[in-house]
Protein backbone atom coordinates (compact mmCIF):
# COMPACT_ATOMS: atom_id res chain seq x y z
CA UNK A 1 0.00 0.00 0.00
CA UNK A 2 1.63 3.56 -1.05
CA UNK A 3 1.42 6.63 0.97
CA UNK A 4 -0.26 10.02 -0.47
CA UNK A 5 3.71 10.91 -0.60
CA UNK A 6 4.34 8.18 -2.61
CA UNK A 7 1.67 8.67 -5.03
CA UNK A 8 2.19 12.26 -5.61
CA UNK A 9 6.04 11.15 -6.39
CA UNK A 10 5.08 8.04 -8.97
CA UNK A 11 2.44 10.71 -10.36
CA UNK A 12 5.22 13.45 -11.14
CA UNK A 13 7.49 11.01 -12.73
CA UNK A 14 4.96 9.74 -14.77
CA UNK A 15 4.52 13.32 -16.11
CA UNK A 16 8.06 13.96 -16.41
CA UNK A 17 8.74 11.35 -19.19
CA UNK A 18 5.29 12.58 -21.21
CA UNK A 19 6.48 16.02 -21.02
CA UNK A 20 9.77 14.77 -22.65
CA UNK A 21 7.65 12.61 -25.74
CA UNK A 22 5.09 14.95 -26.22
CA UNK A 23 5.65 17.51 -28.96
CA UNK A 24 2.78 19.51 -28.80
CA UNK A 25 3.06 23.12 -26.98
CA UNK A 26 -0.04 22.99 -25.31
CA UNK A 27 -0.12 19.91 -24.22
CA UNK A 28 3.33 20.73 -22.87
CA UNK A 29 2.10 23.55 -20.95
CA UNK A 30 -0.62 21.67 -19.26
CA UNK A 31 1.66 18.86 -18.24
CA UNK A 32 4.40 21.65 -16.73
CA UNK A 33 0.99 22.70 -14.90
CA UNK A 34 0.44 19.53 -13.11
CA UNK A 35 3.89 18.76 -12.35
CA UNK A 36 4.08 22.13 -10.92
CA UNK A 37 0.98 21.31 -8.68
CA UNK A 38 2.65 17.73 -7.83
CA UNK A 39 5.21 19.58 -6.21
CA UNK A 40 3.25 21.89 -4.52
CA UNK A 41 1.77 18.82 -2.86
CA UNK A 42 5.14 16.84 -2.24
CA UNK A 43 6.71 20.23 -0.57
CA UNK A 44 3.47 20.22 1.59
CA UNK A 45 3.45 16.50 2.71
CA UNK A 46 7.25 17.22 3.46
CA UNK A 47 6.68 19.78 5.74
CA UNK A 48 4.33 17.92 7.46
CA UNK A 49 6.07 15.00 7.60
CA UNK A 50 8.86 16.68 8.91
CA UNK A 51 7.58 18.05 11.46
CA UNK A 52 5.80 14.42 13.00
CA UNK A 53 9.42 13.27 12.79
CA UNK A 54 10.80 16.17 14.31
CA UNK A 55 8.81 15.38 17.16
CA UNK A 56 9.47 11.56 17.26
CA UNK A 57 13.18 12.29 17.05
CA UNK A 58 14.08 13.20 20.72
CA UNK A 59 13.32 9.33 21.36
CA UNK A 60 16.27 8.21 19.79
CA UNK A 61 18.01 8.77 23.27
CA UNK A 62 17.70 10.52 25.79
CA UNK A 63 16.64 7.68 28.10
CA UNK A 64 18.95 9.11 31.13
CA UNK A 65 17.30 12.39 30.81
CA UNK A 66 13.97 11.42 30.54
CA UNK A 67 14.45 8.95 33.78
CA UNK A 68 15.36 12.18 35.73
CA UNK A 69 12.61 14.28 34.68
CA UNK A 70 10.34 11.23 35.72
CA UNK A 71 11.77 10.67 38.84
CA UNK A 72 11.52 14.92 39.71
CA UNK A 73 7.97 14.81 38.52
CA UNK A 74 7.00 11.75 40.77
CA UNK A 75 8.16 13.06 43.94
CA UNK A 76 6.55 14.22 46.81
CA UNK A 77 5.38 17.80 45.93
CA UNK A 78 6.87 19.19 49.14
CA UNK A 79 10.65 18.03 47.42
CA UNK A 80 10.10 18.13 43.96
CA UNK A 81 8.70 21.87 43.44
CA UNK A 82 11.35 23.16 41.56
CA UNK A 83 14.99 22.08 39.91
CA UNK A 84 17.71 23.90 38.38
CA UNK A 85 18.90 21.72 35.51
CA UNK A 86 22.33 22.48 33.36
CA UNK A 87 22.49 20.97 29.47
CA UNK A 88 26.31 21.04 28.18
CA UNK A 89 27.50 20.61 24.73
CA UNK A 90 24.26 20.96 23.74
CA UNK A 91 25.77 21.76 19.90
CA UNK A 92 27.24 18.92 18.72
CA UNK A 93 25.30 16.13 21.22
CA UNK A 94 21.40 17.66 19.89
CA UNK A 95 20.19 19.48 23.43
CA UNK A 96 17.65 20.68 21.94
CA UNK A 97 16.45 17.15 21.11
CA UNK A 98 16.57 16.30 24.67
CA UNK A 99 15.15 19.70 26.05
CA UNK A 100 11.55 18.29 23.67
CA UNK A 101 11.95 15.39 25.08
CA UNK A 102 11.88 16.44 28.63
CA UNK A 103 9.09 19.00 27.57
CA UNK A 104 7.12 16.19 26.17
CA UNK A 105 7.33 14.26 29.32
CA UNK A 106 6.23 17.42 31.21
CA UNK A 107 3.01 18.14 29.41
CA UNK A 108 2.38 14.54 30.61
CA UNK A 109 2.25 15.33 33.74
CA UNK A 110 0.75 18.84 33.50
CA UNK A 111 -2.52 20.12 31.70
CA UNK A 112 -0.89 23.67 31.78
CA UNK A 113 2.98 23.49 30.97
CA UNK A 114 4.33 27.27 30.39
CA UNK A 115 7.72 27.32 28.75
CA UNK A 116 9.65 30.30 28.31
CA UNK A 117 12.94 29.70 25.89
CA UNK A 118 15.18 32.60 26.71
CA UNK A 119 18.06 33.51 24.24
CA UNK A 120 20.94 35.93 24.45
CA UNK A 121 21.32 37.96 21.80
CA UNK A 122 25.10 39.65 23.37
CA UNK A 123 28.00 38.26 22.34
CA UNK A 124 29.67 38.92 25.20
CA UNK A 125 27.19 39.21 28.48
CA UNK A 126 26.97 39.91 32.40
CA UNK A 127 24.68 39.57 35.42
CA UNK A 128 22.68 42.66 34.14
CA UNK A 129 22.54 40.85 30.97
CA UNK A 130 20.82 37.69 32.37
CA UNK A 131 18.58 39.50 34.63
CA UNK A 132 17.61 41.62 31.18
CA UNK A 133 16.70 38.64 29.12
CA UNK A 134 14.49 37.23 32.31
CA UNK A 135 13.05 40.55 32.81
CA UNK A 136 11.73 41.03 28.89
CA UNK A 137 9.89 37.90 29.26
CA UNK A 138 8.33 38.68 32.46
CA UNK A 139 7.47 42.24 32.41
CA UNK A 140 10.35 43.83 34.39
CA UNK A 141 12.30 46.76 33.55
CA UNK A 142 15.01 48.48 35.53
CA UNK A 143 17.61 50.50 34.43
CA UNK A 144 19.40 50.71 38.06
CA UNK A 145 22.75 48.75 38.57
CA UNK A 146 21.06 47.34 41.73
CA UNK A 147 20.63 43.67 40.59
CA UNK A 148 19.79 42.37 43.46
CA UNK A 149 16.40 44.39 43.38
CA UNK A 150 15.95 43.54 39.70
CA UNK A 151 15.73 40.06 40.70
CA UNK A 152 13.95 40.59 43.55
CA UNK A 153 11.10 42.30 40.91
CA UNK A 154 11.25 39.22 38.80
CA UNK A 155 10.64 36.50 41.35
CA UNK A 156 7.99 38.49 42.30
CA UNK A 157 6.62 38.44 38.54
CA UNK A 158 7.16 34.94 37.86
CA UNK A 159 5.13 34.44 41.34
CA UNK A 160 2.49 36.63 39.97
CA UNK A 161 2.04 34.83 36.29
CA UNK A 162 2.34 31.43 38.26
CA UNK A 163 -0.64 32.46 40.31
CA UNK A 164 -3.05 33.01 36.88
CA UNK A 165 -1.37 29.26 35.51
CA UNK A 166 -2.97 28.19 38.25
CA UNK A 167 -3.32 24.66 39.71
CA UNK A 168 -0.72 21.98 38.80
CA UNK A 169 0.93 24.64 36.39
CA UNK A 170 4.77 24.13 35.43
CA UNK A 171 6.97 27.29 35.22
CA UNK A 172 9.31 25.92 32.79
CA UNK A 173 12.29 28.42 31.88
CA UNK A 174 15.14 28.04 29.61
CA UNK A 175 18.14 30.04 29.98
CA UNK A 176 20.19 28.97 26.85
CA UNK A 177 23.43 30.60 25.41
CA UNK A 178 24.98 30.55 28.71
CA UNK A 179 28.77 30.00 26.77
CA UNK A 180 28.72 33.63 26.25
CA UNK A 181 28.62 34.81 29.97
CA UNK A 182 31.51 36.66 31.75
CA UNK A 183 32.89 35.15 34.30
CA UNK A 184 30.98 32.61 34.48
CA UNK A 185 32.96 31.12 37.53
CA UNK A 186 31.15 34.03 39.48
CA UNK A 187 28.01 34.68 37.58
CA UNK A 188 26.73 31.08 38.30
CA UNK A 189 27.06 30.93 42.14
CA UNK A 190 25.82 34.73 42.16
CA UNK A 191 22.67 33.66 40.40
CA UNK A 192 21.97 30.54 42.53
CA UNK A 193 22.47 32.88 45.02
CA UNK A 194 20.46 36.17 44.14
CA UNK A 195 17.87 34.27 42.15
CA UNK A 196 17.26 30.81 42.47
CA UNK A 197 17.73 30.54 46.05
CA UNK A 198 15.01 33.75 46.91
CA UNK A 199 12.69 32.12 44.29
CA UNK A 200 13.24 28.72 46.34
CA UNK A 201 12.27 30.75 49.35
CA UNK A 202 9.27 32.85 48.46
CA UNK A 203 7.41 31.06 46.03
CA UNK A 204 5.79 28.43 48.52
CA UNK A 205 4.59 31.89 50.54
CA UNK A 206 3.63 33.46 47.65
CA UNK A 207 1.51 30.64 46.03
CA UNK A 208 0.14 29.74 49.40
CA UNK A 209 -2.88 27.55 48.65
CA UNK A 210 -2.34 27.12 45.17
CA UNK A 211 -1.89 22.82 44.46
CA UNK A 212 0.89 21.65 42.74
CA UNK A 213 2.52 24.18 40.97
CA UNK A 214 6.08 23.97 40.13
CA UNK A 215 9.39 25.35 39.00
CA UNK A 216 12.05 24.41 36.33
CA UNK A 217 15.15 25.79 35.07
CA UNK A 218 17.23 24.55 32.46
CA UNK A 219 20.42 26.22 31.66
CA UNK A 220 22.17 25.34 28.40
CA UNK A 221 25.71 25.69 26.96
CA UNK A 222 26.90 24.98 23.30
CA UNK A 223 30.05 23.79 24.39
CA UNK A 224 31.63 22.66 28.14
CA UNK A 225 31.42 25.09 30.47
CA UNK A 226 32.62 23.34 33.66
CA UNK A 227 35.71 21.72 32.19
CA UNK A 228 37.52 25.24 31.96
CA UNK A 229 35.71 26.60 35.29
CA UNK A 230 36.58 23.60 38.17
CA UNK A 231 34.67 25.56 40.90
CA UNK A 232 31.44 25.30 39.43
CA UNK A 233 31.37 21.86 39.93
CA UNK A 234 31.05 22.79 43.71
CA UNK A 235 27.44 23.80 42.84
CA UNK A 236 26.36 20.82 40.35
CA UNK A 237 25.68 17.23 41.31
CA UNK A 238 24.90 13.84 38.55
CA UNK A 239 23.66 11.37 41.17
CA UNK A 240 20.29 11.72 41.31
CA UNK A 241 20.13 9.87 45.15
CA UNK A 242 21.74 13.12 46.17
CA UNK A 243 19.60 15.69 44.64
CA UNK A 244 19.09 18.95 45.96
CA UNK A 245 16.45 21.88 44.50
CA UNK A 246 18.88 24.45 45.55
CA UNK A 247 21.76 22.93 43.67
CA UNK A 248 22.55 22.34 39.66
CA UNK A 249 21.85 19.08 38.22
CA UNK A 250 23.92 18.14 35.20
CA UNK A 251 21.81 16.07 32.85
CA UNK A 252 24.63 14.89 30.91
CA UNK A 253 24.18 13.94 27.40
CA UNK A 254 26.12 10.93 25.40
CA UNK A 255 28.74 12.12 22.95
CA UNK A 256 27.80 9.51 21.11
CA UNK A 257 25.20 7.21 19.43
CA UNK A 258 25.05 3.66 18.75
CA UNK A 259 24.45 1.51 15.09
CA UNK A 260 21.62 -0.07 17.14
CA UNK A 261 19.74 2.96 18.59
CA UNK A 262 19.69 4.45 15.25
CA UNK A 263 18.08 0.89 13.80
CA UNK A 264 15.63 1.10 16.68
CA UNK A 265 14.05 4.63 15.89
CA UNK A 266 13.48 3.43 12.64
CA UNK A 267 12.14 0.51 13.11
CA UNK A 268 10.13 1.75 15.89
CA UNK A 269 8.72 5.61 15.25
CA UNK A 270 10.03 6.38 11.75
CA UNK A 271 7.68 4.40 9.89
CA UNK A 272 10.41 3.64 7.25
CA UNK A 273 9.54 1.29 4.40
CA UNK A 274 11.58 0.56 1.68
CA UNK A 275 12.49 -3.36 0.13
CA UNK A 276 15.81 -2.04 -1.32
CA UNK A 277 17.17 -0.68 1.90
CA UNK A 278 16.27 -2.15 5.41
CA UNK A 279 16.37 -0.45 8.74
CA UNK A 280 19.89 -1.93 9.62
CA UNK A 281 21.44 -0.87 6.52
CA UNK A 282 20.26 2.57 6.74
CA UNK A 283 21.55 2.65 10.04
CA UNK A 284 24.71 1.64 9.22
CA UNK A 285 25.08 3.87 6.82
CA UNK A 286 24.49 6.89 8.67
CA UNK A 287 26.51 5.50 11.79
CA UNK A 288 29.25 5.10 10.00
CA UNK A 289 29.22 8.71 8.26
CA UNK A 290 27.96 10.47 11.10
CA UNK A 291 30.56 9.00 13.28
CA UNK A 292 27.77 8.41 15.83
CA UNK A 293 27.58 12.36 16.50
CA UNK A 294 24.30 12.76 17.36
CA UNK A 295 23.54 16.21 15.86
CA UNK A 296 24.97 15.02 12.83
CA UNK A 297 22.88 11.70 13.47
CA UNK A 298 19.22 13.78 13.67
CA UNK A 299 20.43 15.69 10.52
CA UNK A 300 20.90 12.48 8.29
CA UNK A 301 17.75 11.16 9.76
CA UNK A 302 15.92 14.05 8.28
CA UNK A 303 17.82 14.06 5.24
CA UNK A 304 17.15 10.36 4.71
CA UNK A 305 13.22 10.98 4.95
CA UNK A 306 13.14 14.18 2.80
CA UNK A 307 16.37 14.83 0.70
CA UNK A 308 15.61 18.72 0.37
CA UNK A 309 15.64 19.47 4.03
CA UNK A 310 18.67 21.63 4.76
CA UNK A 311 18.18 21.98 8.54
Known amino acids: MTTPLQDWQEKKLYLEKQLVIIADPSQKFALRKQIEECEQEIARLYRGRDRDLQKRLPKIDFKKAAEIINNFINQDIEDGNAAFFLIQNTSDRAGEKCIARIKNILEEDTTNLESFPIR ?87 LEGYSKVRFVIIVTAEGDILTPCPSLNDYCIKDWNYFDKHKVFELVLQQHWTQKEIADWLAKHSGYNDEQNSTSTIAEKIHRVTKGSPTEICNALMKTFDPSWKG
Do not use: M, T
Not at 147 to 170: F, M, P, R, T, W
Not at 180 to 204: D, S, T
Open 120 to 206: SSAIKANKKDLLNRLGEYFGVKQDSNDLVSYAQAIIENICQHAKGSGDGAIIFIELHDWDYLENKEEVLPWFLANFWQPLLQQFPIK
